[in-house]
């Protein structure tokens, strides 16, 4: 009894830290997002702006260019990392994250055709894909319905969705003009370049609707694990959370990725990092915060250290990718489920 | 090998074999004759309406001289290219459906394409490469590797590689290998320019010239493909039954599996990535023939050249006076076939 107290209350301190010790490495990542640059700023002038002091040159390029970008990346960081562990916790498979369902791609084809064909920006871009990306969702969740939805039917039908939005994609950056496609490309990588003030705002109030909607269902998504009838006989009807689930988790990728794009693998592997730092426990927070120094990390790598500027999306997609096959083959080597 | 004795398997619910081969004998021709047809029409229909005689013209006279006969003149390859490309798509799905016992194998799926795609851009961005001739060897390489990367992560562990893993496995690495691709195009327009045509999966822009050097690729994927039809159909058993029944069942599958990836390499490399003609055209094969393969194999061939040539057609035809590429014209037929194949099957057996 006392052993399992203490255990319990070890395993507590250890989830304290942990989420303290992510929360200090986004601020730390957030600051130094501000900092670093084609100028580099001292922290002092940087705090300075924030506080919203006049700081010559500083104010410009720290208030209005990378204030606004690092508050999207930790927002779309702290949105895909939720998002991620949503699905792969709801479908019971680190694999099945939005990433490799075709979720995020409804989102993204919507958006180009709406930037190549209709010359669409800002707000418009962010409405259709967060509109467009709602109904390749619905329309998946419909099409893997037969007595209920089960995990893998989920996956493969998400695969087929997948291709045929790829196909459009590809399709529209044959149709327009090379350096307009050369846009679309950048956007479709997942990029922050391009990140304003007015960019904030709708991504801001959604995340303000969907996190609170996201830890309600959380409880239920528990209760989901024990399987369908005991969830059922605890008052909790399956099919109809599984529905809420998915909604507001496309939501939550939606919504991120009309601010910026398919930021690749972000909502894939903070699940999994999350559940490897806090084994056992209930990971929103945690993987939120994960995905947040994962985007964060990215963007400056990729804005800074290398010889030429990437999209964040193109790090965490080349980060990603070896830990996928990983993945893959050691949980098929420990006999997990896949 | 099985025991010379074993004739071709007893047709279902009792038909004699003599009347069954007769069938299929009948069934294939009638899929050439349709095959034929959709070739006609592939010369006639297009952008520029044209008549029967300049139809002639274009495709026989040494030099077309009006525009009309140029225009069917520019068909022919494409016509031709479009019958190669699918026969090999839908060769190659058939033999890696029997390799890997899996029904929803395709190319596209598998992460075939999108390794062949990041060969072709590295090679283009890297050593300057401009020629379908060149595209080849970095799309067989690049196809080759993804083919056994896939595999290899798929089957690891006890359960062997079950369709699910399989297609995980390469949706993952199409994925992986997808935003190395960008990450190459996006410093590089050029590159891009180049590279967004290729990658849409069409036939529009074909000429003999680039067809050329594909050709002894797609010959010998196709000899080795049905060369090893009989090995297939042991393959079919398991592989305790196959070594059981004598079959070396290594071999065979090396030797199926290269057929597989020239074919599918080849006609990568000249039409850029086409899904879904390699998953959909084998099943419809099936249908007609049972599950072996001396009849599943080149009735599979017959069937995807006509898909294809179909496709196109259509493609040229719904939106005139541009052209879909037959590329998205596939995705979207191909799709809901797997969408419905997996809503048939029972969970269990994915």
Redesign the interface.
């Known amino acids: 009894m006392t052993a399992l107290a203490a255990g319990r209350s070890a395993r507590t301190r250890r989830r304290i830290l942990v989420t303290a010790i992510l929360a200090a490495l986004v601020i730390a990542l957030f600051l130094l997002t501000l900092v670093l640059g084609n100028r580099v700023y001292g922290l002092p002038e940087v705090l300075g702006v924030i506080a919203g002091q006049d700081v010559s040159g500083a104010s410009f390029t720290v208030g209005r260019l990378r204030l606004p970008r690092a508050i999207i990346a930790t927002l779309i960081g702290v949105a895909l990392g939720l998002a991620g562990t949503l699905f792969q916790t709801m479908l019971r498979n680190p ?1 099945a994250s939005p ?2 369902l075709g979720v995020g791609y409804g989102s993204s084809a919507a958006a180009i055709v709406a930037i190549g064909f209709f010359g669409a920006q800002g707000a418009t871009v962010a409405v259709v894909a967060v509109v467009a990306g709602m109904a390749v969702a619905l329309l998946l969740y419909a ?1 893997s319905w ?1 007595q209920g939805v ?1 995990g ?2 989920l ?3 998400g ?6 939005l ?3 994609i ?2 529209v ?2 149709r327009i003009e ?1 350096y307009k ?2 846009e679309a ?2 956007w ?2 997942g990029s922050l370049g391009s990140a304003l003030w007015g960019d904030v705002p709708p991504l801001a109030i959604s995340l303000l609707v969907l996190v609170p909607a996201a830890a309600v269902l959380a409880r239920r998504l528990g209760v989901l694990q024990l399987g369908d009838d005991t969830a059922a006989a605890l008052g909790v009807r399956p099919h109809r959370t599984r529905l809420l689930l998915l909604v507001v988790a496309v939501g939550l990728v939606a919504v991120a990725t009309a601010a910026a794009g398919p930021v ?2 972000v909502a894939f592997l903070s699940g999994p990092i999350a559940g490897r730092l806090l084994p056992g426990t209930a990971l929103l927070l945690p993987a939120a915060l994960v995905g947040a120094v994962l985007v964060l990390a990215a963007d400056l790598v990729g804005g800074n250290l290398l010889f ?1 500027t ?2 964040v ?2 790090v965490t ?2 980060v ?3 830990y ?2 990983w993945l ?2 050691r949980s ?2 420990t ?1 997990g489920r ?1 | 090998m099985i025991g010379s004795t074993s004739e071709a398997p007893a047709g279902p619910r009792g038909v004699r074999p003599a009347l069954r081969r007769r069938r299929l004998l009948l069934g294939f021709a009638i899929g050439v004759g349709g095959l034929a047809l959709a070739v006609v029409l592939s010369l006639v229909l297009g952008s520029r309406i044209v008549s029967w005689t300049e139809v002639l013209g274009g495709v026989f006279s040494p030099d077309p001289d009006s525009f009309a006969q140029q225009a069917v003149a520019t068909r022919v390859p494409r016509t031709v290219l479009a019958l190669l490309v699918g026969a090999a798509l839908g060769l190659g799905g058939a033999v890696m459906q029997g390799i890997t016992r899996n029904p929803l194998a395709d190319p596209g799926l598998l992460g075939v394409n999108a390794g062949a795609s990041l060969a072709v851009v590295l090679g283009i961005a890297v050593l300057g490469i401009d020629a379908t001739g060149e595209y080849v060897w970095f799309a067989l390489v690049g196809a080759a590797t993804a083919a056994v990367l896939v595999y290899t992560v798929g089957s690891i562990g006890r359960a062997g590689a079950t369709p699910l893993k399989l297609a995980i496995a390469g949706a993952a690495t199409s994925a992986a290998l997808a935003s190395l691709v960008s990450a190459v195009l996006l410093v590089r327009t050029d590159v891009f320019n180049m590279f967004r045509f290729w990658q849409v999966g069409g036939v529009g822009g074909a000429d003999f010239a680039a067809l050329t050097p594909v050709l002894p690729f797609l010959g010998a994927g196709a000899i080795l493909a049905l060369l090893s039809a009989r090995g297939l159909d042991v393959l079919a058993l398991g592989d305790d039954v196959a070594r059981g029944l004598g079959g070396r069942v290594g071999p065979s599958r090396i030797l199926a599996a290269a057929g597989a990836v020239l074919l599918t390499a080849g006609a990568v490399s000249v039409a850029g990535p086409i899904a879904f003609v390699g998953l959909v055209v084998p099943h419809a094969a099936r249908a007609f023939t049972g599950p072996a393969h001396h009849w599943l194999l080149p009735y599979s061939a017959m069937l995807g050249a006509l898909l294809l040539v179909a496709a196109d057609v259509v493609g040229r035809v719904i939106s005139r006076p541009s052209d879909i590429p037959v590329g998205i014209m596939t995705a979207v037929l191909g799709a809901p076939f797997f969408i419905w194949l997996i809503r048939r099957a029972k969970v269990r057996e994915l």
């Open positions: 694999l990433d490799i099409l037969r089960q893998a039917r996956v493969l039908i695969i087929a969705i997948g291709a045929v790829v196909a459009v590809q399709w950056l044959t090379v496609a050369a490309l950048r479709l990588s690749a693998f030429t990437f999209p999306g193109v997609g080349a990603g990718a070896p996928l096959l893959i083959a098929n080597r006999g896949l």
